[in-house]
């Protein structure tokens, strides 16, 4: 039965982490392939807003072509005696949750990355007109947060004026991100944690501290608070910070406990301020990835409106899958774009001394948080197109990791002069962790601890049961 009975579709908790394929959409807004999408809530006087009114500039959703990505905005006006500006980004937030709950309703990512498709079989059901949407989160969002007395809704279709108010709201966006610079981790006694996106991420906690945003880069240390004292028993909750374990790597007992038991028990430790050992968990909404490129023992930087190829050939979405779902892999690390303006960023692995190359349009949106002498000798996709000629541009520049290639530790040299240039084959069986290639159904995992291994042949056969 649904949660609501004028509604066509039913309206739960239980849709959260549902996916929408490309076949099955009845059409797709914002998204990938779509330049200008935004969603952005802002509070005003009671007087300025009228409770849940709808509007709909552009076509409505029964007139959008079929099987198409369109141009999407959100744009939520609330008004409540206990409202502050503060919030705003704790309720934008909330829209991701909210939309979840609609069967054949799709939500990812967040402010400016927008990506929802509905399906045809609820268009179908007659879930056909955003005032059906405007319907919906209107109760969702007055039963959950209270505080909320007049709430009104205006979506956007319509290109140019997405593209006119997509500017506004990015303004705002890094109106909201500088204020929250400037207090320090260590100036504090509590962090605060997420778990929004544990539908689609069941042992993700997000870790969020003033130095070190959301992955999703849509709240910060004082969103956080803001959120925990409206909503105490709500996704986003405090994190009493306890004894600092390692100040380097950032690591906190509290933090500890906390993801240990919002994950139950799968993630045990977290190490902030690293891509190695125990790195922050990632759920998929995040804004970047940093990516360890062993070539030349540096990291690139990838965010998701990167088109093309990284220097090492790989994808957004190819470093993506591989760093999302909430697991802790070494060598990648989920990441906001404010984080990179962060003096905690990749602190413990060298912070901007160890990045090696980024896009273009990253480069410009963070480089006054840049060391200045490090801006010219990082390279982007006009620079280099492969490793061979990152290598060569890394050299020209005079980039610090460069050095780190002439520090092998002696030990380790002798036993590379030590090591045969050829052994007997390796025979190595797997499971777990999926591979193209293989049948469908069948998985693999490598795990290789402790080893330096050069390896000019692997073959790996599917494992059968007996």
């Given at each position: 039965m649904s949660m609501f009975e004028d509604i066509p579709v039913d309206v739960g908790v239980i849709y959260e982490g549902e996916r929408i394929r490309y076949r099955q959409m009845q059409v797709e807004l914002g998204?990938?392939?779509?330049?200008?999408?935004?969603?952005?809530?802002?509070?005003?006087?009671?007087?300025e807003v009228e409770d849940g009114k709808v509007t709909i500039i552009g076509p409505d959703l029964k007139d959008l072509e079929e099987g198409k990505n369109h141009p999407f905005g959100i744009y939520i006006k609330v008004a409540g005696k206990e409202l502050e500006r503060d919030l705003e980004g704790v309720i934008?937030?909330?829209?991701?949750?909210y939309i979840n709950y609609i069967e054949g309703f799709m939500h990812l990512n967040q402010r400016y990355d927008i990506h929802l498709r509905l399906s045809k079989k609820s268009f179908q059901r007659g879930f056909n007109t955003f005032k059906l949407l405007g319907k919906v989160l209107e109760r969702l969002f007055k039963s959950e947060l209270p505080i909320i007395e007049k709430i009104e809704f205006i979506f956007v279709t319509d290109r140019e004026k997405v593209k006119e108010m997509y500017e506004e709201a990015m303004r705002i966006y890094q109106e909201r991100d500088a204020r929250a610079r400037g207090l320090t981790d260590e100036e504090v006694d509590t962090f605060y944690g997420c778990t929004l996106c544990q539908s689609f991420a069941p042992t993700h906690v997000c870790v969020i501290t003033p130095q070190r945003y959301a992955n999703c880069g849509a709240i910060s240390w004082f969103d956080g608070r803001a959120a925990a004292r409206v909503d105490?028993?709500?996704?986003?909750?405090?994190i009493p910070k306890g004894k600092c374990l390692d100040p380097v790597k950032g690591e906190y007992e509290g933090a500890n406990k906390a993801v240990r038991d919002k994950s139950l028990g799968e993630i045990t430790r977290v190490w902030l301020y690293t891509?190695?050992?125990?790195?922050?968990?990632?759920?998929?909404?995040?804004?970047?990835?940093?990516?360890y490129i062993p070539e030349v023992d540096g990291f690139?930087?990838?965010?998701?409106?990167?088109?093309?190829?990284?220097?090492?050939?790989?994808?957004?979405?190819?470093?993506?899958?591989?760093?999302?779902?909430?697991?802790?892999?070494?060598?990648?690390?989920?990441?906001?774009?404010?984080?990179?303006?962060?003096?905690?960023?990749?602190?413990?692995?060298?912070?901007?001394?160890?990045?090696?190359?980024?896009?273009?349009?990253?480069?410009?949106?963070?480089?006054?948080?840049?060391?200045?002498?490090?801006?010219?000798?990082?390279?982007?996709?006009?620079?280099?197109?492969?490793?061979?000629?990152?290598?060569?541009?890394?050299?020209a520049r005079g980039h610090p990791v460069v050095e780190r290639?002439?520090?092998?530790?002696?030990?380790?040299?002798?036993?590379?002069?030590?090591?045969?240039?050829?052994?007997?084959?390796?025979?190595?069986?797997?499971?777990?962790?999926?591979?193209?290639?293989?049948?469908?159904?069948?998985?693999?995992?490598?795990?290789?601890?402790?080893?330096?291994?050069?390896?000019?042949?692997?073959?790996?056969?599917?494992?059968?049961?007996?």
């Open positions: 998204g990938p392939r779509e330049k200008y999408k935004f969603e952005l809530v802002r509070v005003f006087p009671m007087d934008e937030r909330r829209i991701h949750e105490p028993k709500g996704p986003i909750f405090a891509a190695f050992g125990y790195p922050h968990t990632s759920c998929g909404c995040f804004e970047g990835c940093a990516f690139g930087i990838v965010d998701r409106n990167f088109r093309g190829e990284t220097v090492n050939g790989l994808t957004f979405t190819t470093i993506a899958d591989a760093t999302a779902g909430g697991r802790q892999v070494d060598g990648f690390h989920g990441l906001s774009i404010e984080y990179m303006r962060s003096k905690k960023f990749l602190q413990a692995d060298g912070g901007w001394s160890r990045v090696v190359w980024l896009p273009k349009s990253v480069k410009e949106r963070v480089k006054d948080f840049i060391p200045p002498d490090l801006v010219d000798k990082i390279a982007t996709e006009e620079d280099v197109s492969n490793l061979d000629e990152l290598r060569e541009f890394l050299i290639w002439k520090e092998m530790p002696a030990e380790e040299a002798a036993v590379e002069a030590e090591r045969p240039e050829e052994g007997p084959a390796l025979e190595v069986s797997m499971e777990g962790l999926p591979m193209a290639g293989l049948p469908a159904g069948m998985n693999v995992k490598i795990i290789l601890k402790g080893a330096r291994l050069k390896v000019k042949k692997m073959i790996i056969k599917p494992m059968r049961e007996k």
